[in-house]
């Protein structure tokens, strides 16, 4: 199976990420400037697709409070906390790298949302797609649809062609040292 079901995440952004990337990600979302791809990297571990996983979800609410967080009642985040949004996609990069991959996925890409505003693609592992892979997801990240936004997720950003990182907001989830006395 080429996507994957998303897995349920109820945790708010603000219990996962540093301060800087929460309040980036909650006033992006709060001033509808939403950038159409994101490139989360950092160690294994320190809460990428789980974070990817919660923007997809906020995103796409209908009546978010005003700290930013999802209702968890309206219909868009009801069907993912059920575990079956048709607007939210997750792909693994490490098994689902090949070109024919991709061209599935860019199909996707091209119909619009059946409830909310954004259809969220999120490939996780991106840096295992092949130099094909990447070649053929281009064009499509360089003229998304409206209604598109990607979610990269890496742990080996030195592997990613330059021309897809000039087209993501480029978010760092290295742990710093207090981070990791936290998790202790």
Do not use: W
């Amino acid at each position: 199976m080429l996507f994957q079901r998303v897995n349920i995440v109820r945790k708010p952004l603000n219990r996962l990420l540093t301060r800087s990337v929460t309040v980036t990600l909650k006033n992006a979302i709060k001033n509808q400037h939403l950038a159409q791809a994101f490139l989360f990297f950092g160690s294994r571990g320190v809460g990428k697709t789980t974070t990817a996983r919660i923007l997809a979800k906020t995103i796409n609410c209908f009546n978010l409070s005003a700290d930013t967080e999802p209702c968890n009642t309206c219909e868009s985040c009801s069907s993912f906390n059920e575990g079956h949004s048709f607007n939210i996609f997750e792909l693994d990069g490490a098994s689902n790298n090949s070109v024919d991959d991709i061209r599935i996925l860019i199909d996707q890409v091209r119909i619009a949302p059946q409830v909310g505003k954004y259809r969220i693609f999120i490939i996780d592992e991106v840096h295992m797609l092949s130099a094909q892979a990447f070649n053929a997801f281009l064009k499509t990240l360089e003229e998304p649809p409206a209604h598109a936004i990607f979610i990269l997720a890496t742990t080996e950003k030195h592997k990613i062609i330059p021309t897809v990182l000039s087209r993501c907001q480029i978010f760092d989830f290295t742990e710093s040292r207090s981070m990791l006395l936290l998790r202790i």
